[in-house]
């Protein structure tokens, strides 16, 4: 199984971008898919994650209303909608696979490995 994210990018406070996580040879009855960001000296922390068999999603409070998670089938493809971005947002990006997901919980995969990710850094 394979996940790339991309979309990153420089933008301003206030403005728009949207993430891409593609899968290939990803099972998505057995697994979720999340979305899970990393600024310099920070913990890693969950941004947003999805079970597309039942629509469950959690979103981190720091990013409700301005964020949304979505599927499309038939490019295989987990999207991350960010609106309203803020200095804050500004982070490596990446999507991973988990096993579980709550409307207020998401666990942090642990892997050897996070890849490269995809930068979001939002300008004041």
């Known amino acids: 199984a394979q996940l790339v994210e991309s979309g990153g990018g420089l933008v301003q406070a206030g403005e728009s971008l949207r993430l891409s996580c593609v899968a290939s040879?990803?099972?998505?009855?057995?697994?979720?898919i999340g979305w899970f960001r990393q600024a310099p000296g920070k913990e890693r922390e969950a941004v947003s994650c999805?079970?597309?068999?039942?629509?469950?999603?959690y979103y981190a409070n720091s990013v409700k209303g301005r964020f949304t998670t979505s599927f499309d089938n038939t490019k295989n493809t987990v999207y991350l909608q960010m609106n309203s971005l803020r200095p804050e947002d500004t982070a490596v990006y990446h999507c991973?696979?988990?096993?579980?997901?709550?409307?207020?919980?998401?666990?942090?995969?642990?892997?050897?490995?996070w890849g490269q990710g995809t930068q979001v850094t939002v300008s004041s």
């Open positions: 991973a696979a988990v096993t579980f997901v709550d409307t207020d919980y998401c666990p942090i995969p642990d892997l050897t490995s």
């Open positions: 040879e990803f099972s998505f009855d057995d697994f979720g």
């Open positions: 999805i079970v597309v068999d039942d629509d469950r999603l």
